[in-house]
Structure formats: structure tokens, C-alpha cells
């Protein structure tokens, strides 16, 4: 009896003591019903309420961001566009002054070339002069039959003759001329041959500048997309630098492993630079960092190299630099770079040294053999170290353009992403809302279902009313259900 | 290891600067080793030289060793074989420790029993020498079978002061006796450790499998 809950007012019996305490409060929930709806309502409001206005402020950021980066996009895609445009005129104009400055002088050889083969084919065309009218008349007389006279059979044989002689003449004259006007034929073929030489020439550049043409035709479209600010533009935008985004990112992650390598290679000699002892962190050592510096001032002088260059753009003021300053600092870039990569080939060798020196060491504390010499094919390590050390510092050098690219690019899938988070965010937060009124409203529900029987009484007590009773026949007349 | 170095090296770099100091704790370890020559035990002095040789092997630039012996009376500068701290350029270093090996071995050479061990004077005077070096970690190792036999003249029973340094026994053989009854070996190393505790050691190990003595050092 003692153990029983101090809510027990029947010991031993939870059902009845739960019962009991029902029937006890139910007058007083039912009395209570009007605030307490209230209560969650409120309850509800309270919650739900900031809810959805979280949710629509964060859609109306998301929104503004979506806004703002499409705006960004845009300019950035037209910015590009237009570089690659102007590049691509730039490549017509060089294409034009190479090509087609010497247009003039083709074309005069080529209606020299014309008119040399048109001279020979008008000489092609002139043929001998025919045989003399009178062979006609003397062909008549030839077939003239001999009657035996003597003087008529000599005209006959003169004429015979001379006819004989006249086609020889002739017909040798015809072959001289055939003769010549093969020649001339023959003389066409290299004419002919230059004049296809020069066609395909022409040809061939014409293309090239076709070619070029319809790239920048391609361009100018997309551009005006841009400018036009269609959604397929700024899709491809979005794409392109998404894609732009991984590329760089994964050159970085490659760039950042040639890093590592550097660093693995110069910390420990520069140990003997700054001392192994001295620690940053409670396990950096300085000369970890100190190596770390080095690859950092590495990084830093390719990236100025690179802007020097006009490869990158990170750097606005470098860029308008005037020329001569610009090529100072491009040369006083390329120099430290250079020496840099000096020092760390020199560093690479001490570390073989080093790292030799110490296998020395432990060699002789654990008494054995010294190992025998392998000659030239124990160089090829330090060597390898050697030009590495001298090679990976250029090649961190052209970190700056994926970096530039990533930096770039960052911005849009940064922003993109920032969007999708602060959509989801918004659906997240108003889902909760309404989840939690629609939770009050069926709390609400629920009190009525747990006050049901003072509920039915009072729906008793009010329709026994005579008030009410009138009241529901004209309902039942108007055909309303009660 | 290098690799989260490097890792790390980034923002610590940009913490470093921020906080305007490097990291003011001692990184550096030093070891004061005792190497017993009393009676049979000095026997044993080829072992100590592979600990020597093993110790030299280990530590980094910056840390420092010393090996004394423990004599009949050990509480001296004299009963210093060999101490060094290490330059911190590791060429200097290793120059140092080919110095140190040479020097260690001469002793090994030449060594003599002695009639007594005076293994709480040894602790006192390494006690004195690691606290001199300021290092971060601090070790004594003591190369003995642990039975100290001080002559009438000699006192050392007063409390003595170990704070921070953790004393190792390594190499601890069985006497005969011990053989008879394994009681006395253990009561022995119990007195020591209560002994050694007592006077504010960090820790108190015994390691008779030198491989043991790697990770120890490590940690």
C-alpha cells in the first residue's frame, strides 16, 4: 500500500484510479474548454508563426541571391564572351593581314596566268590556211580519163604532179602546225598546274577565314544571349563553370600533392637551417613551417609571374601596371623564382646528405658493415631529388592560373549552392510550421474527444431549448441538415 | 606524420602570427643513463653499451644524454663517462653522437667493479643534471640489478627529489638469492618504487626486454 503512486486513489487498481480522476476533471476541462482551445491555437500561432516568416524571409533571400548571382553570372559570361571575341577578331584581323594583304598580287598573277592561257589557246585555235580554190578545178581536170593523146596525157601528168606536190606541201604544212599547237599545249600544263596551286592557296585561306568567321558567329550568339539574359544562357553559364569549378579544384588537389612532395623534401635540411628544436605548436617544428614558407613565397612569386605575363588576372593593379614596370617585375619575379628553385635543389642535396649521414650513424651504433658503394646508380636518387627540387617550384608556379579559375568559379557554385541551401532550408522550416498547427489543431480536436460526454450534454441542454427547437424545424423546413 | 604536418602547418602558421610567440614548452627530451659496475653486475657493461648505442640512435637535435656510473660512492661530476646535449643542426648532432659512442666505449673498455653501489647518489646527481637542461621530458634509466650496498660512511637515507622525471630500471637480473626466493627480487623493485614515487617521480617502470625500452621513450 505504502509503495502505490500518491495519484492511487484506488490502491492496486490503476484502471479504476485512472477512471476516477477522469470523471473528477472532467467538469473542470470542459470549463476550461474555451481558453484552453485558445491556449493552443495561440500555442500554434506562436510557433508556426515564425516559422513560415523565417521560411518566406529565407525564400525571398534565396530569391535575392538567386538574383544577384544570375546577375553576376551574366556580367562574368559576357566579360568572357567578349574577351573571347575580341580574341577571335584579333586572330581575323591577324588572319586577313597575312592573307590577305598579298590579295592584290594574287589576283594580278592570276589574270596573268589567265590571259597567258587564253593567248595560247587563241594561238591553239589558228589553224594552216586550206589548199589553194584552184586544186578543185584541177582535181576536176585530173579525173579527166586518158584518151591516148600524148599532150593531154603529159598536162594530165603534169598536173598530176603538181597536184602530188601541193598535197605534200600540204600536208606537211598541217603537221608543223599540229606539232606547234602541241606544244603550246604542252606549255599550258605548268600554267594550269600554278594556276590550281594558286586557286587551292585561296581556297584554303578563304576557308581558314570562314572558319573563323562562323566561331565568331557562334560567339557573337552566345553573347547576345548574354546580353538578352535568357535562362539557356545562364544554364550554360552555370554548367561551364560548375564544370570550370571541379576542373581547378582537381588541378589544385594535384598541385597540392607536388606541394607536399616539395615540402617532404626541404623540411628536414632545413632543420640545419633553423635548428630541429624550436617548435611553433606542440608538434610543428620551425623549420617545418620554414619549409612551408619557402613553397608559400614559391607559390606566391609564380603567381606573380604569372600576372606579369597576363596569363592571370588576380591582380588588377599588376595589370594596368605600365609596360615597363610590368616587365621589371615580370623579370624580378622569374629571378627569385629561379633562385628559389636554386635553393631548393641545394636543400634536396643536403637532405640526401643528411638522410646518408644518418644511416652512417646508426650503422656504425649497431656495429655492422658499412654497406659497399653502388657508384653511379646512388647518384641517380639525389640527382632525381635534385631536379626536383629545382623542376617543382616552376611547376607551382602555374598553380595561379587553376587557381584563378577556382577562385572565379567558386563564386557561382558557392552561390548556387548557398541558394539550394536556403531553399531547403525554407521548405524545412515551413513544413515544421505547419506541422505544428496542424499538431494544435488536433490537440484541440483531442480535448473535445477527451470532454465528449459534458460536450453531449450541452448539445442536449441547448436543443431541448424552446428557442432552439424552433429554430431546427425551420431548419428541417429549409431542408437543412441539423 | 609529415603529411599532417603539413596539414596543419597552415592555419597553425596563421595561429602563430596571430598569437605573436612560438610554442614557449621545452620540446626536448633528456636521458641520464646509470650503469652499474659494481660487482658481477659489471658484466653487464656490453648491454649498456647497445642502450647507449640505441639512445643515441633515438634521440632527436636538441635532446640531451649523459651515462654515469653507479661506484661505491656515486654522487659526483666524475662519475660522468660521457654528456652532450645536442647541437641542433643534425650534421653537428650526429658529429656529436659518433663523439659520444667513441667516449662511451673507451669506458666500456677499461671499466671496474666497484666495492659498494651507491644507486641514490647516481639518482641525485642525474636528478641534478636533467634539471639543468631544462628539457621537457626527462629520464633517468638505470642499468642495474636494483641491490644498493652502501659502505658505513655513506648516507642516503634522507628523502631525495625526482619531480617530473620518470625513472626506468632496465636490465634488473636475478641475484642467487633471488633465485631462492623470487620475494626478495620483488620486494626489492617495490622498495625502489616506493622510494622513487615518494620522492615525486612522474613514473616508475622496470623493462628487462630492451624492445620495451622503444616505446617507453617514444611516449
Redesign the interface.
Known amino acids: 500500500m505504502a509503495d502505490s503512486p500518491f495519484w492511487m486513489i484506488w490502491p492496486g487498481n490503476a484502471a479504476l484510479s485512472a477512471l476516477t480522476w477522469f470523471v473528477i476533471a472532467m467538469p473542470f476541462l470542459y470549463a476550461a474548454r474555451a481558453p484552453m482551445h485558445g491556449l493552443l491555437r495561440s500555442l500554434g500561432q506562436l510557433a508556426g508563426g515564425p516559422l513560415r516568416l523565417a521560411a518566406r524571409a529565407l525564400l525571398a533571400s534565396a530569391n535575392e541571391m538567386r538574383e544577384r548571382n544570375r546577375a553576376v553570372l551574366l556580367a562574368q559570361g559576357r566579360e568572357e564572351t567578349g574577351e573571347r571575341l575580341a580574341r577571335e577578331f584579333e586572330r581575323v584581323a591577324v588572319l586577313v593581314k597575312r592573307d590577305l594583304e598579298g590579295y592584290p598580287a594574287l589576283q594580278r598573277k592570276l589574270l596573268d596566268e589567265i590571259t597567258r592561257v587564253e593567248e595560247d589557246y587563241r594561238k591553239c585555235g589558228e589553224v594552216p590556211p586550206p589548199p589553194p580554190d584552184w586544186v578543185d578545178a584541177v582535181a576536176a581536170i585530173a579525173k579527166i580519163k586518158p584518151n591516148g593523146n600524148e599532150l593531154v596525157q603529159r598536162v594530165l601528168e603534169e598536173i598530176n604532179r603538181s597536184i602530188r606536190e601541193i598535197h605534200d606541201k600540204t600536208l606537211a604544212e598541217y603537221r608543223r602546225a599540229y606539232q606547234s599547237r602541241h606544244k603550246i599545249l604542252d606549255g599550258f600544263m605548268p600554267f594550269w598546274r600554278s594556276l590550281d596551286k594558286t586557286l587551292t592557296q585561296a581556297d584554303r585561306k578563304m576557308t581558314s577565314l570562314a572558319e573563323r568567321a562562323s566561331a565568331i558567329d557562334a560567339q557573337m550568339e552566345r553573347y547576345e544571349a548574354i546580353v538578352r539574359k535568357t535562362d539557356k544562357a545562364e544554364h550554360a553559364l552555370t554548367v561551364s563553370a560548375l564544370t570550370q569549378f571541379c576542373i581547378s579544384a582537381l588541378v589544385l588537389a594535384v598541385a597540392a600533392g607536388g606541394?607536399?612532395i616539395n615540402?617532404?623534401l626541404i623540411?628536414?635540411p632545413m632543420?640545419?637551417m633553423v635548428?630541429?628544436?624550436?617548435?611553433?605548436?606542440?608538434?610543428?617544428?620551425?623549420s617545418?613551417?620554414a619549409a612551408?614558407?619557402i613553397i608559400f613565397v614559391e607559390a606566391t612569386m609564380g603567381l606573380f609571374l604569372m600576372e606579369t605575363l597576363r596569363i592571370t588576372h588576380l591582380f588588377p593593379r599588376i595589370h594596368n601596371l605600365p609596360e615597363l614596370m610590368r616587365r621589371r617585375m615580370m623579370w624580378a619575379s622569374f629571378v627569385l623564382l629561379v633562385i628559389l628553385a636554386g635553393i631548393e635543389a641545394a636543400l634536396a642535396l643536403m637532405r640526401d646528405?643528411?638522410i646518408a649521414?644518418?644511416q652512417a650513424?646508426?650503422q656504425?651504433?649497431?656495429?655492422s658493415q658499412a654497406p659497399v658503394a653502388d657508384g653511379w646508380l646512388g647518384a641517380i636518387p639525389t640527382a632525381g631529388q635534385m631536379l626536383l627540387g629545382f623542376i617543382l617550384p616552376f611547376a607551382l608556379a602555374f598553380v595561379a592560373v587553376p587557381l584563378e579559375s577556382f577562385i572565379n568559379t567558386a563564386r557561382t557554385v558557392g552561390g548556387a549552392a548557398l541558394v539550394i541551401l536556403a531553399r531547403a532550408a525554407a521548405v524545412l522550416l515551413r513544413t515544421a510550421g505547419n506541422a505544428i498547427r496542424q499538431l494544435c489543431k488536433l490537440l484541440i480536436t483531442l480535448y473535445d474527444v477527451f470532454i465528449v460526454l459534458p460536450l453531449l450534454a450541452e448539445r442536449w441542454v441547448k436543443s431541448a431549448r424552446p428557442g432552439a427547437l424552433r429554430a431546427r424545424r425551420v431548419d428541417l423546413e429549409a431542408g437543412k441538415p441539423s | 606524420m609529415?603529411?599532417r604536418?603539413?596539414l596543419?602547418?597552415?592555419p597553425?602558421?596563421a595561429?602563430?602570427h596571430a598569437t605573436g610567440c612560438?610554442?614557449p614548452?621545452s620540446?626536448?627530451q633528456a636521458v641520464y643513463l646509470l650503469v652499474d659496475t659494481s660487482g658481477t653486475y659489471a658484466e653487464e657493461i656490453g648491454k649498456a653499451q647497445l642502450i647507449v648505442?640505441?639512445l643515441?640512435?633515438s634521440l632527436?637535435?636538441?635532446?640531451s644524454l649523459a651515462v654515469a656510473r653507479v661506484r661505491s660512492r656515486s654522487f659526483s661530476e666524475k662519475d660522468i663517462i660521457a654528456k652532450a646535449t645536442f647541437d641542433?643542426?643534425?650534421?653537428q648532432?650526429?658529429a656529436q653522437?659518433?663523439a659520444f659512442?667513441e667516449r662511451v666505449e673507451t669506458f666500456a673498455a677499461t671499466a671496474r667493479g666497484s666495492a659498494n653501489t651507491d644507486i641514490t647518489g647516481g639518482l641525485i646527481q642525474g636528478a641534478l643534471f636533467l634539471n639543468e637542461t631544462g628539457a621537457g621530458r626527462k629520464t633517468i634509466l638505470i642499468f642495474s640489478d636494483m641491490q644498493e650496498e652502501l659502505d658505513r660512511a655513506t648516507i642516503r637515507d634522507f628523502p631525495i627529489d625526482l619531480k617530473d622525471i620518470r625513472v626506468v630500471a632496465v636490465n634488473v637480473v636475478k641475484l642467487k638469492t633471488d633465485n631462492i626466493d623470487p620475494r626478495r627480487y620483488l620486494g626489492r623493485l617495490e622498495v625502489w618504487q616506493k622510494r622513487v614515487e615518494a620522492a615525486g617521480a612522474r613514473e616508475w617502470h622496470v623493462i628487462n626486454d630492451l624492445e620495451h625500452l622503444d616505446r617507453l621513450l617514444k611516449s
Do not use: C, I
Not at chain 1, 628544436?277 to 610543428?284: K, W
Not at chain 2, 632527436?60 to 635532446?63: C, L, N
Open positions: 606541394a607536399l615540402f617532404k623540411a628536414l632543420s640545419e635548428g630541429a628544436g624550436d617548435y611553433l605548436t606542440a608538434s610543428l617544428r620551425t617545418e613551417v612551408l614558407v646528405m643528411l649521414d644518418k650513424l646508426l656504425s651504433l649497431a656495429a | 609529415r603529411r604536418a603539413f596543419v602547418s597552415v597553425a602558421l595561429l602563430a612560438a610554442d614548452r620540446h626536448s648505442n640505441y643515441l640512435g632527436q637535435p636538441g635532446d641542433q643542426r643534425p650534421s648532432a650526429n653522437k659518433r659512442k
